[in-house]
């Protein structure tokens, strides 16, 4: 569903991937490990779009994004490809409510269809009582919910994660590795996730072990 093929990237003269050849299955969780400098981060990038690679071909369900002019690149990746950072990157003006919605409407969906669905997977991540709070307002663990539910609204062929538990205490760590988890077997969402965290990474359906540019195993 998700296919590079020969991705390279360099920064300079430093050549940070070297050639990534990967393969994600739909409704797969798939983790990416490796030490830092590894080029965990820029694979996840490019697999977004938000970077080009220098050579090489990133399919995602039959489709070469990197192919597109870039105003349907942007509506491709807004529509396929849901983002969970560190930092949950919440805009900080708008309730939780508003932070998932704004996705779709990004995408022109009605603002009617757009705010139910919205309501629909805040009260699947236990959410109802806080769509009106601000991230302010809202726990390490809330907002990192609310992020995951932004992720979701457009129902995206796949999320993209970086680091997503790396600011998280243990209660919330936990709680949302178990919601990844929910979510596949809920609504069949697949996962690549560039973690740390090596119980995350026990949990996934695969481990794909990144070293200088390179995948190892």
């Known amino acids: 569903m998700v296919e590079t093929k020969g991705i390279t990237r360099s920064f300079a003269s430093l050549q940070v991937l070297k050639g990534i050849d990967l393969s994600i299955n739909e409704g797969e969780i798939v983790a990416v490990v490796g030490p830092s400098g590894a080029g965990k981060t820029t694979l996840l990038q490019i697999m977004g779009t938000l970077d080009r690679p220098d050579s090489g071909t990133l399919s995602i369900k039959g489709i070469e994004p990197f192919k597109l002019p870039e105003k349907e690149r942007a509506a491709f990746r807004n529509r396929h490809i849901g983002f969970v950072f560190q930092f949950h990157q919440l805009l900080p003006e708008f309730t939780a409510l508003e932070n998932v919605m704004i996705p779709a409407l990004i995408a022109r969906r009605s603002y009617e269809e757009t705010e139910k669905k919205a309501k629909g997977l805040l009260d699947f991540l236990h959410l109802t009582e806080r769509i009106k709070h601000k991230p302010s307002e809202l726990s390490g663990g809330e907002k990192q919910r609310v992020a995951v539910a932004r992720a979701l609204i457009n129902s995206p062929s796949v999320i993209l994660a970086d680091e997503p538990s790396g600011s998280l205490d243990t209660k919330n760590k936990d709680e949302l590795h178990a919601l990844f988890f929910d ?35």
Do not use: P
């Open 183 to 217: 979510l596949r077997r809920e609504m069949g969402q697949t996962f690549v996730i560039v973690t740390h965290d090596e119980q995350l990474a026990m949990l996934a359906d695969r481990i794909i072990h990144m070293k200088d540019g390179i995948i190892t195993t």
